[in-house]
């Protein structure tokens, strides 16, 4: 089985699913990602303004060498870097076109993305909405590919939101109708989300240290809420169809 998580930014993917996405591996399975913007602009304390081409060029250098670092601790077997300008994140048919024949090319069972309500940062949702349009381009008609169309089985949304700015928005939270025991692939994530010592949030660096208080927290509060020591959380694009409810 193939999966496929498609991330705004290099660190997000593993910020949101890398317990899930190790999950997967350990257990034999083909993990794909797909970076869409290169991130110099939203993830770096090194970067003041735009107009400085040499530490861009420098930054998504740095970047891509984090996440391939982080996708050897989750056992990635392919990252494909879009390398899209990031803040603001503007879709185009070009990119629509570009994601839909990575898609095919990988022929995913399971595409991870974000939800086009996931409020937080702004290039989240945006994307979100992009892979959709992706995904559907890739099962239909696709503009200049010579691959064979692929319908995806299952599209799972990250199930991380931000309340405060959904409530500012006026937008409901939307729950989570999946959880993931992260508990056993925990050390892999730490060590992935480590990967990224060129970004900080709310003024901490992403170091050993922090990412371990953070995993406590988040995780740990996903995991706390089901019962678990740590856990990831998502939703489903379409409700499971089966013949019987399931008893675990």
């Known amino acids: 089985m193939n999966i496929l998580a498609i991330g705004a930014h290099p660190a997000d993917v593993f910020d949101l699913s890398g317990g899930t996405l190790a999950n997967f591996a ?9 970076i869409v913007t290169h991130g110099a602009y939203s993830h770096s304390q ?17 970047k891509r060498k984090e996440c391939e670092e982080a996708s050897r601790h989750i056992g990635v ?3 494909r870097y879009l390398e899209f300008d990031d803040e603001p994140f503007i879709p185009s048919r070009k990119m629509v076109l570009v994601l839909g024949e990575y898609v095919r ?14 409020y937080g940062h702004p290039d989240h949702p945006v994307v979100g909405e992009l892979a959709l ?7 239909r008609w696709l503009e200049g590919s010579s691959r064979v169309p692929h319908p995806i089985k299952r599209v799972y949304f990250f199930g991380t939101q931000f309340r405060g700015i ?29 990967a990224f010592q060129s970004q900080s949030f709310q003024g901490a660096q992403y170091e050993e240290r922090w990412v371990a208080e953070r995993l406590d927290r988040i995780e740990g ?5 089901n019962g678990l020591k740590y856990a990831e959380e998502f939703i489903s694009l379409t409700p499971q169809i089966v013949s019987l409810l399931p008893c675990n």
């Not at 090194?46 to 740095?62: C, F, G, N, R, Y």
């Not at 349009?133 to 099962?139: H, I, P, Q, T, V």
């Not at 959904?166 to 025991?181: E, N, P, T």
């Open 105 to 118: 090319e990988v022929c995913p069972d399971i595409v991870i993305t974000h939800h086009p309500k996931e």
């Open 46 to 62: 090194l970067l003041t303004k735009k107009d400085q081409k040499q530490a861009v060029a420098e930054i998504i250098a740095l």
């Open 77 to 79: 077997k392919e990252t």
């Open 166 to 194: 959904c409530a500012k928005l006026g937008s409901g939270v939307v729950a989570a109708d999946f959880v993931v025991d992260v508990g056993p692939s925990i050390e892999k994530k730490k060590k992935a989300i480590a």
């Open 133 to 139: 349009r992706s995904l559907k381009a890739a099962e």
């Open 221 to 225: 509060h996903f995991g706390f809420m």
């Open 26 to 34: 350990s257990q034999g399975h083909g993990v794909y990602l797909s």
